[in-house]
Each structure stands twice: as C-alpha cells, then as structure tokens.
C-alpha cells in the first residue's frame, strides 16, 4: 500500500512535471535541428509525431491527472486551477484525435475536370495490371513508409505471374536522372538527338515518338523539330521545320525541310548520325547526334545525405531479374514477355466519396504585375450545385472543409489548376473547448485570489 502511495505521489510530483518539461525541451530542440538540416516531414515523423513525443505527452497528462487527484476534494479556490488542468488534457487529446483520425490533404484538377480523390502526405505503394486503353487491375496495395520502417527490416515483395516483384533499396532524398537507350521491346518508339549550330545558336535535344503515335513535335528555338512515321503526312503551315522519318536505307532517316522565308518544301534527303547540312535559316548547320529505331527512358537516382529544390523519395524494384526506380508519384512500366505491369511509389489517395468539378477559376492580379493577388474557384459539388471557393471563403461539406491552397499557370500565364487544400478534423472542438478551458482557468486563478484577499483578507 505505501509503495502504491509513493507511485501516486511522485505522478502527482513536481518533480515528474520537471522531467517531462525537461523531455519536452529536448524533443522541441531535437525537432527545431532536424527540421533546419533536413526538412519539417523529416522532423516530423522522427519527432514531433515519434512514439518518444506521444509518450511524454501522455505522461504529462497522467501528471496533471494526478496532480488534481491529489486535491480530491476540490473546494471553491480549486476551481481554476482544475479547469486549467483539463483544459490541457482536453487540448492534448484533441491532438492526438486530430493526428489519428483527421485529414489533411490537397485536390487538383483542371477546368472542367472532375476529381474525388485526395492526395496524403503518407505513401503507398501499388502494383497494378495494365488492360490497355487506360485499363489496370490492382494486384497489391499497401501503405508504405520507408523512413519509418526501412525495407532491410520490412521487405515488400509480391508474386505476379509466379516471379517475385520485390523492392530492394530507398532513397529518402535523391536527384533524378534519365536518359534515352536502345531498346528491344516493339512498344517503344523511336527517338533522336539532334544539334543545331552557328555562330550565335548551338543547342541540342532528344525527341522521342510513341511507337502510338504517328508524329512527335519539340519547339527548338529557330525551328520546330518533328519525329514522324514513315507515312504519317505532314501538313506545312508557317515557320522553319525539319521533319526526320525512318527510311528504307539502313542507320540513315529521310529529312524534310520546310523554310518560312520560302513558304514551304526547301530541301530533302537522307541523314546518317553524325552527318551534317546547311539548313539555310541564318547559317544554322544540322547535325543528327544520335538515332535509336526503339527507345526506352532508362531513370537512375543519385542518393543525397540532405534535400535540395530536385530532390525527392525514391525506391528500386526488381522483377525478372531486372532493375527500375520509381520516384515519388513517379509509376514505372514493367514489360516482361506477357507481363504487362504498372508499379506506382506514390502520395496515398483518399476517395472522399463525391466528385467535385471545377467549373471555373478566376485569378486578380496586382495592378501592371502578374503577381497574384486573389484567386477563387468555382465547383460544383453534390446536392449544392455551384459554390464558390476563395482565400478567404471556404467550402464546408460532408465532413470535409476546403479551403483555396494555389493554383497552376502555363508558359503564357494562363490559369490551368486550381489546388484546394482538404481538411477533415474531428479533433477540433477538443481542442477548441481546451483552449477555453486553459484561458478560463487562468483568468479564474487569478481574479479568484485577488478576490479572495479583498474580502477575507491576507489570513483567510
């Protein structure tokens, strides 16, 4: 019985509170150094939302607990401090409810686009079937986090077909590299790497075809470049434009030059790689650097002790003996004989039920700048029709508030998505009737002592 007594004391001790301010202190400056040299979803999961930080918050509210349990019973002076007390409780609770069970994503779409999913800070990992004509069959799907549970102590690996599609490393910041390589697969089309030179112009680009699709068109400054079929027809409108087809001369391409000063057809031919011609727009030399008849895009990652503006998460997973990286919200394609397979590391998507369709979006801008100044959407949700969505004028409905985040603009400025921010907080009145509660309670300790000395005096 005194060991029970002395365990109740020391949950009621100041001491215990000493402790726990101390564990705090050091969580908050732990948090405050790993946000500054890594970043906040870093800090994040390794502390402010750490089984470390959840513990010591339960144990300050085991203390406050106990610390008015030790008062029992609680007389008229009692009253704010109590109320105090509970207020932190009640606002520590709502947290957790909050972190457990709330939301707190973004939705994008276009104008004119519909969409009902929302996408998480949390990851998933997805292994679907490809059907064809945007067709999947999901064969796996599981939330993921690999800083949290590295894959060494946590392997992912799923049977398709009777082989083992496994991931097999994690990059938590890495830099994206890609590139164009031959490829033996039918499926992928061709592509070129072309230069254009003179004395003030000398750049270069890669422009690959879908096997799909019948023409390819890049805008290389002075001309336009096309990547066409063999009998795909091209039809000249304006400007310079040089059009590559395969032809029947093995390792060489038929070329097609069109000039604007000409209004039309200037020259044609064969090219092999590294030959060069006089295109006659303004002394600019073409030269073919590179052709592949069937190409793939063949993506590595460069692994980072800390981020950067071009990092980003990435896994490597292995099937058939092959290797292929997929970045954050970056899904790969896996072609193996019969296998058709689509493999997605990405943000989890919540289905909240309902589409909601962006019928418009407005953007105010400062005077003579295109900065921003206000931006509002107009959507129309379920059962409300349209409703307008602006900085300052959410939209409440079916449990979720959506709030206008930002939005998305071309290369000429215009609006193309708008992006709402989606929250989902079943803990807010929690924390909203802690906050009271702690206010409350101050006010009362403090205006109630006061009040006590005036009428009983010092001594009372």
């Keep these: 019985m005194k060991l029970f007594e002395r365990a109740l004391k020391f949950l009621a001790s100041l001491q215990l509170a000493m402790i726990v301010m101390a564990c705090l202190g050091v969580l908050a400056a732990t948090g405050t150094i790993l946000e500054a040299r890594y970043d906040a979803n870093y800090a994040q999961k390794m ?16 203390n406050l607990f106990n610390v008015m349990l030790d008062r029992w019973p609680w007389k008229a002076h009692h009253a704010g401090f109590v109320l105090a007390h509970i207020g932190i409780i009640t606002l520590i609770v709502g947290s957790w409810v909050t972190h457990r069970f709330g939301v707190d994503g973004s939705l994008a779409f276009e104008i004119g686009q519909a969409n009902r999913y929302v996408m ?40 398709v077909d009777g082989q083992q599609l496994e991931i097999v490393d994690y990059y938590n910041y890495a830099v994206r590299e890609s590139k164009l390589v031959q490829s033996d697969d039918d499926l992928d089309g061709p592509a070129v790497r072309v230069q254009l030179q003179n004395a003030r112009v000398n750049m270069s680009q890669w422009i690959k075809r879908p096997a799909t699709a019948p023409t390819e068109e890049f805008n290389l400054g002075p001309a336009r470049i096309v990547l066409a079929a063999e009998n795909a027809p091209f039809v000249y409108t304006t400007g310079n434009v040089l059009v590559f087809r395969p032809s029947k001369t093995p390792d060489k391409l038929s070329f097609e030059i069109y000039t604007q000063s000409l209004g039309g057809l200037s020259k044609k031919g064969l090219i092999a790689v590294v ?12 030269r073919l650097l590179k052709y592949l008849p069937h190409a793939r895009e063949a993506v590595d990652f460069l692994k980072r002790e800390q981020p950067t503006g071009a990092t980003m998460s990435a896994i490597k997973i292995r099937f058939a003996g092959k290797d292929y990286w997929s970045g954050l919200n970056g899904p790969v ?3 193996d004989g019969a296998t058709n397979l689509v493999a997605a590391y990405r943000n989890e998507l919540l289905d909240i039920g309902f589409d909601m369709r962006l019928e418009k979006f407005e953007v105010g801008r400062y005077l003579g700048s295109t900065r921003a100044k206000t931006y509002q959407s107009e959507v129309n949700v379920p059962d409300l029709g349209n409703r307008l969505i602006s900085m300052n004028n959410p939209l409440k409905y ?8 930002s939005f998305q603009e071309n290369a000429q400025g215009k609006p193309t998505t708008s992006i709402l921010s989606v929250n989902h907080d079943p803990g807010r009145w929690m924390k909203y009737l ?5 206010v409350l309670g101050t006010i009362v300790m403090f205006y109630f002592k006061k009040y006590r000395l005036k009428i009983w005096g010092p001594t009372a």
């Design 434 to 438: 802690g906050s009271l509660l702690m």
């Design 47 to 62: 502390v402010y939302q750490s089984p470390y930080m959840f513990a010591t918050l339960a144990l300050l509210c085991i």
């Design 333 to 335: 394609r896996i072609h």
């Design 120 to 159: 998480l800070s949390s990851s998933e990992f997805v292994v679907a079937r490809s059907l064809g004509e945007g067709r999947y069959d999901t064969l796996h799907k599981e939330r993921v986090d690999f800083l949290l549970h590295p894959i060494e102590k946590n392997p992912i690996s799923v049977m």
């Design 275 to 286: 030959d060069e011609i006089d295109t006659g727009w303004m002394g600019i030399k073409l």
């Design 398 to 405: 079916n449990d979720y508030t959506f709030y206008q985040a």
